[in-house]
Every structure is written in structure tokens, then in C-alpha cells.
């Protein structure tokens, strides 16, 4: 049995303890029996097929993989795990607003630039929670136009990151609201008149409950931002800029992002029937592509006298913008 590799070699293993020089202790011959027997059943068992198999204990379960999460903001939304080459991020800038000011045509411009990475579609991470994959060196953006008029929004977004970079994409608040307008009437027919929405009780007080109206009041939504982020965090790009001259104003978010100037007038053309800037070479195609039909809708016409008081109105809220921003837009 020595061949075995048995525990104490044998059973003739010592037993005798020495308890001090000269010393010898005498041990029972029942008690090395009894352990003569115990080791010989053991080492028997140690070779294969001689032995009922032991019972298998589980190997314990990996640890979940934690998805990530802000450094230091242990309440932050989690990214989910998804496939494909780079990783999840946070996104380091966004774009939140506003709506129908030009916020998905700077964005498909800015996805000309190999180190943005943003999804064409709006992803609302901070209620879905879904990102691109990015790549070292490359910014992870976002766009949802909802935000800039929600009210929680700056604050959640301060907690996944207070580094972040916002843009805000602004127009005209009276064009803007007849824009909103025209979206709405194209998916509900039946809508009734603009004025009759804009003014309660015929032409009596603007409405601004109606959310046409209360998105152009830039000024109220910027107030609610700048308690959560210093103004020198935003940068406010021109709807009719973005229109008049694409690469001018697209050049001034690559310069706020830290980017070099990659998208060029070379990437843009003018569309006359659209009236809207196209790009030359859409990203993953060497084929010149406008924005959807959706971009550039005909407008209803509203009459002058609806526009004159939607003017007027806006007026005073314009000015703070103005002041707010240090931008005077050329709205009045």
C-alpha cells in the first residue's frame, strides 16, 4: 500500500510521540489496530472503481457582472449589457432640446464625425436606458428634445455625471409652436385650429398649458437648469443657423465637444424643394440623403394676426433668453 500515496504511508506509521529525550510512550495495540483498519479502507478506496463515488458539490455561481454605473453616483441608472465591438457609456454630452428645433438634423450631421457616437433614433436613457457602443477616444451623445422641458431631467442627468456637456437647439418660439403644430395635425386630422389651441376663450390669453406654447418659453426651462449645471456646460446652437449655414453651426458644437473640424461645408448641400440643408455623403453611404419627409413639412397657414400676438407675447421671454444665454437669437 505504500505505492498508494495513502495519508501516514502505512499502517505501520509512527504513533509514539516523543515527549522528551530518553522518553518512550507505549501505545495500546487496540487503539493502532482500530487505525491500521480505518487507514486500509481508505487507501483501497483511493484507486478508481473501488469506491462509490462521493457526492458532487456544486462549484459555486460567478458573481453577477455589475453593469456600470456613474463613478460615485451609486443611484445612477445602470447601462445593460449588449453585444457588439467597444462598450456601454455614459453619455459625455446631450443633446436635450427642443423639440422641432433642429435637434435630429444637428444630430445626423454630427454622426458624419468618426469619433461621435449617438443612435439615429431618440433613446431616452434616463427612462429606457439604451446606448450605443462606443470606442476608446470616441464621445457617446445622446438626443431627446423632451428633456430641456422636464423638470426632473437636469437633475438625474447631474447624477449620472455633472461633466456632462448639454446642447440645446433653439428656434423661433413662434415658428416653432406652428412646426409643433403641423407634426400634431399630420397624426391627428381632426386637431382643432392653431389659434384655437394657442389663445383661450377665442383670442383671450395665450394658453401656455398647451405644450406648443410652453416649450418656447426658453428662458423658464434654462432657470430650472442652471440650478443643477453652470452655464459655461451648455452650448446653444441657432434652428435657423443650422438651416442658413450647417457647417457653421455644426463647427461650433465640434469645437464645444473638443473635436476636430471633420464635418465641413464640403459634407452639405442646399435642397430647394425641402429648403433644408442635405448632406453630400450620408454616414455608411457614398449617396447624397435629405432627412425624412417628415423635415421640412408644409406649414398650415396661420393668420398674421394670431403670429403678431404669439410675437408679442414671447417677446419679454425672449430678451431673458437673450440675457441669459449672451446670444441674441434675432427672434424680434
Known amino acids: 500500500m505504500a505505492g498508494s500515496g495513502c495519508p501516514g504511508g502505512g499502517a505501520g506509521g509512527s504513533q509514539g510521540a516523543g515527549g522528551g529525550p530518553g522518553t518512550a510512550l507505549r501505545a495500546p495495540r487496540a487503539p493502532l489496530l482500530l487505525a491500521a483498519l480505518v487507514l486500509g479502507a481508505y487507501c483501497l478506496c483511493a484507486y478508481p472503481g473501488r469506491c462509490p463515488p462521493a457526492a458532487r458539490v456544486p462549484a459555486p455561481a460567478p458573481a453577477p457582472t455589475e453593469t456600470p454605473r456613474a463613478a460615485g453616483n451609486p443611484g445612477a441608472p445602470a447601462l445593460p ?88 437647439v433653439v428656434r423661433n418660439p413662434v415658428t416653432r409652436a406652428i412646426s409643433d403644430y403641423a407634426q400634431t395635425l399630420s397624426k391627428t386630422p381632426g386637431l382643432p385650429s392653431f389659434h384655437a389651441l394657442a389663445f383661450r376663450r377665442g383670442l383671450g390669453p395665450v394658453d401656455t398649458a398647451w405644450s406648443a406654447v410652453r416649450i418656447g418659453l426658453y428662458a423658464q426651462h434654462l432657470d430650472n437648469w442652471l440650478r443643477y449645471f453652470p452655464l459655461s456646460h451648455f452650448l ?56 425624412g419627409k417628415s423635415k ?13 400676438r404669439l410675437r408679442d407675447f414671447y417677446r419679454p421671454f425672449n430678451r431673458k433668453f437673450y440675457q441669459m444665454t449672451g446670444q441674441d437669437f434675432g427672434w424680434d
Open 296 to 308: 421640412g413639412r408644409p406649414h398650415p397657414r396661420v393668420p398674421e394676426a394670431v403670429v403678431q
Open 81 to 168: 449589457v449588449a453585444s457588439g465591438p467597444g462598450r456601454r457609456r455614459f453619455p459625455q454630452a446631450l443633446i436635450v432640446g427642443v423639440k422641432k428645433g433642429g435637434t435630429r438634423a444637428l444630430l445626423e450631421f454630427l454622426r458624419l464625425h468618426p469619433d461621435v457616437r449617438a443612435l439615429g433614433s431618440e433613446p431616452h436613457f434616463f427612462d429606457r436606458s439604451l446606448m450605443p457602443r462606443t470606442l476608446d477616444g470616441q464621445i457617446t451623445m445622446e438626443k431627446t428634445p423632451s428633456y430641456f422641458v422636464t423638470r426632473e431631467a437636469p437633475r438625474r442627468i447631474r447624477g449620472m455625471s455633472p461633466d456632462t456637456k448639454l446642447i440645446v
Open 236 to 291: 446653444f446652437v441657432s434652428g435657423e443657423r443650422l438651416v442658413s449655414d450647417p457647417a457653421g453651426e455644426v463647427g461650433r458644437v465640434q469645437d464645444f465637444l473638443g473635436l476636430k473640424r471633420v464635418v465641413t461645408d464640403k459634407h452639405f448641400y442646399f435642397n430647394a424643394t425641402k429648403g433644408f440643408p442635405c448632406l453630400k455623403k450620408a454616414q455608411g453611404s457614398s449617396r447624397p440623403r435629405c432627412l
